[in-house]
């Protein structure tokens, strides 16, 4: 773990860095449970549904709230790309962010605690997952190197041990699993009471089914890729913007030579979702699954494509040429990824030179 000062990364928590991104059609009361840990940050708030309803924060946050209203003044005839009544909507926060770093994180999720019973940082573990390189190239057993305790074990190659660097940090919940509904179904008891202290590389070339509800991204690297799918009302699919997120990131990550790390922190999940009403919002999706994993796991992006604006404006491409055939609607989500980028880039121009 030579050359990596955890404790540093700790003790500094990045404050200035990193903004967290909540959607929500509630008051978010959630938030008095998280203050130790999370009242030194910036809060983006994006607001789902009636806009009209007033959010209420609880007082001595820093925060900005975007409603609907909002996104439709700001993005004009692009605000169609920011899914409605889906929790997709916490895109257009990543949009507007000027930090390196976002944290996402869902309003039924609390503070976790370990098997010690101590409270997790959830911020501080992904800023060090974030913070310390990723390793897709070959998988160390001991998982990652650059925790406290452990290192590279034998036969892993020198000249692979520098790592990569982290774009996503992606955490995990006890209680409530993330299951689809079929399994909500099946197993509406089931509690997730493992806590695995570790984490991990995801090897290039593997794909993973990424969950919004406690993740973190250098934005800098892999922004315009974290695009949250076209979903909820007006959509013949929901539940699924954050798969669609997390296969397209992972296939850019992959690209550019970046790394995706999975595990550490936890946080509570405290509410189980109706399954009846998921399986409504999925039912299109768990088939359209079995033709999208194939997509992405055998998609090439060409080495013109050597940003995550690019690489996503090719991907929209292939979305449009190789799934249109599976249901028209991929290529009016094909359509939304063109309209993403292209707010993206307005609201963030691309530094040239140093200058905007």
Known sequence: MAGYNLEAIEAAPLKDDLDI????????????????????????????GDPSIKIRVPEGYDYELYNRNDINRILGPRANCISFKDGGCRCFGFMVSKKKYIYTIDDDCFVAKDPSGKEINVIAQHIKNLETPSTPHYFNTLYDPFRDGTDFVRGYPFSLREGVQTAISHGLWLNIPDYDAPTQLVKPRERNTRYVDAVMTIPKGVLYPMCGMNLAFNRELVGPAMYFGLMGEGQPISRYDDMWAGWAAKVVCDHLGFGVKTGLPYVWHSKASNPFVNLKKEHKGLHWQEDMVPFFQNLRLSKESDTAAKCYMELSKMTKEKLTNVDPYFEKLADAMVAWVEAWEELNPPVVDGKN
């Open 21 to 48: 991104v909540i959607p929500t059609i509630r008051s978010l009361d959630f938030l008095e449970q998280w203050r130790p840990f999370l009242k030194h940050y910036h809060l983006i708030i994006v607001q789902d």
